[in-house]
């Protein structure tokens, strides 16, 4: 379904991504785990267009989208969260939701039209488990609403590949179950790819897993493989930072 | 809204009763117009011009020619005033488009720079620092406008118009993508927004209103001066917007256009150095209520009452 090649990103002086592939195959969760700095992020804005590869090729669906801008590459069908939270603060709940949703994309250039129904935005927000905060202004959420409405509007574009960056970050043991049962949810609908922190959420959810470091892969595999892996092994005891 | 348009409506009728003249209303509502304009990108899409003077300016030139050398009549010199602002605005915003922040600021300032120093420097054109001189108002529908009455209500015809669309404009849409732009660029562009091509018309819009706004203020003073296009110029409609609470407000540059000449008539009454005075005032609003006039509105209508 999406595969990359041989990616190759520097800035600078300084290479952050050194001759990385990965194929996320359709209909499965795919995690990608290592330690802070080694590239997962990069790697990630490389596969949905924030910065464009030095080398090296992406591909979705056979077709080659390397180096598009993120709109084209959101319109494709593939949608993003991110690890520092990126809603639009100002707007309630459901109007984040809204704004990212395909009809109002689709009018987006119309000036004196009116607004799109609400209708499948209010299923988005109770499907992220925000059902009732509707009207709630993003910024006025808790931390783990916005957590889970990070996800609910990369969801609102109804997409085919959802990229989930660190979706459990700074939440406590309770908020990530939600997280985790939401994305378990989500497993069944999408293709996902994952980058976490948390071995035991990721193992938990993931059908193969990618091990970064260096600005390389160094390991891959299903979980079960994976866990006998010196290199996992060591970074689930933080020793590979 | 409707007691906006009231206000205005029968301005003409009471405002010498309060020590003021028609004129002014002319004036308050030309501004309005451009503020609301210059608001659509600021307030609504986060996008600072301090060079939009320019498009103000070029919208007044563009009048006065057409008005002294190319006989367009009143409806083609104003329809051109509002072509020339927007093509104007068109230029220079597939140039900044890509930028945001301080970036995009002083590009603006640079651009507005440019068309104020061509409309001082092209003599031939624009008459220099003596500006277009005696230009003619025209007339409608048979009512010459040379008449103070038949200018005023024109005038607010045209605010009117220009008020309803901007309205509807901001609540469409286009207009709750240019918030979200706002609000989070980024993720505007993630969710598949061409965010380059949503700001290059808002600044598109927003000029060529000015324009209109520019060809309006031309024919109300029969004249076309570079001033208006200064950095220092394109500085008070700035001030309107910031004062008036247009960050929070559609309402807001109404607000601040009225405050900003009631000031400068009322306080310039008594001093020379009303705009210090005012200046006083913009800072204090800006140190101690950035939601501006219509932000201090809307905490005093949400104040529990004793």
């Given amino acids: ?241 | 809204m409707l007691a906006t348009f009231v206000l205005f409506a029968t301005l003409p009728f009471w405002i010498k009763g309060v020590g003021l003249y028609p004129y002014l209303g002319v004036e308050v509502m030309i501004w309005i117009v451009y503020a609301l304009g210059f608001n659509l990108l600021l307030g609504h899409a986060g996008l600072p011009s301090f060079g939009h003077g320019a498009y103000f300016g070029v919208g007044a030139y563009a009048f006065g020619l057409t008005q002294l050398h190319w006989g367009l009549g009143l409806g083609g010199g104003l329809l051109f005033a509002v072509l020339a602002g927007g093509i104007a605005g068109a230029l220079v915003a597939a140039f900044i488009s890509h930028r945001r922040g301080i970036y995009y600021a002083l590009l603006t300032i640079a651009f507005g720079q440019i068309f104020w120093f061509v409309a001082v420097k092209w003599h031939s054109v624009t008459r220099g620092e003596d500006g277009l001189l005696n230009i003619k108002r025209g007339s409608v529908l048979g009512y010459p406008l040379e008449a103070l009455e038949s200018l005023y209500f024109f005038c607010f015809a045209v605010f009117v118009v220009v008020v309803l669309l901007l309205w509807r404009l901001v609540h469409s849409p286009f207009g709750r993508v240019l918030s979200a732009i706002r609000q989070n660029e980024t993720r505007a562009r993630f969710v598949g927004y061409n965010v380059w091509l949503y700001k290059w018309l808002a600044f598109t819009l927003s000029a060529l209103i000015a324009g209109a706004a520019g060809g309006l203020l031309a024919l109300a003073q029969q004249s076309a001066y570079p001033n208006v296009m200064s950095l220092h110029q394109s500085g008070f409609v700035v001030m309107m917007t910031l004062v008036g609470g247009g960050l929070v407000s559609f309402w807001g540059p109404v607000l601040g256009a009225v405050l900003f000449f009631l000031a400068r008539d009322l306080l310039g009454a008594y001093t020379e150095a009303w705009l210090l005075w005012y200046g006083l005032l913009f800072m204090l609003i800006v140190l101690f209520k950035p939601e501006g006039l219509a932000g201090l509105l809307t905490d005093v209508r949400s104040r529990p009452s004793a």
């Avoid at chain 1, 069944?188 to 897993?209: C, N, P, Q, Y």
């Fill in chain 1, 1 to 241: 379904m999406f595969e990359a090649a041989h990616l190759h990103k520097r800035f600078g002086a300084h290479v952050v991504l050194e001759d990385v592939s990965m194929r996320f195959a359709a209909g499965r969760l795919t995690g990608i785990m290592g330690p802070n700095g080694a590239g997962k992020t990069t790697c990630f804005n490389l596969l949905t267009g924030r910065f464009a590869p030095d080398r090296g090729s992406v591909r979705f669906e056979g077709r080659d989208i390397t180096g598009l801008p993120p709109r084209r590459i959101a319109r494709l069908g593939i949608s993003r969260s991110f690890q520092v939270m990126n809603l639009f603060d100002d707007y309630s709940a459901l109007d984040n939701v809204l704004v990212a949703s395909p009809e109002l994309r689709a009018r987006g250039f119309s000036m004196l039209g009116g607004l799109v129904e609400a209708g499948r935005a209010g299923d988005v927000l109770a499907q992220v488990g925000l059902a009732g905060k509707e009207d709630v202004r993003a910024k006025d959420l808790s931390y783990g609403d916005r957590r889970a409405l990070e996800i609910g509007v990369a969801l609102a574009a109804r997409p085919r590949l959802l990229f989930l960056d660190e979706p459990t970050a700074g939440l406590g043991t309770e908020a990530t179950a939600r997280i985790a049962a939401l994305i378990a949810g989500l497993k069944r609908s999408l293709t996902i790819v994952l980058i976490e922190h948390d071995m035991k959420f990721l193992f938990g959810l993931a059908d193969h897993i990618y091990v970064m470091h260096w600005g390389q892969v160094i390991a891959q595999g299903a979980p079960a493989r994976l866990r006998a892996n010196p290199w996992v092994q060591r970074s689930n005891l933080g020793l590979l930072a």
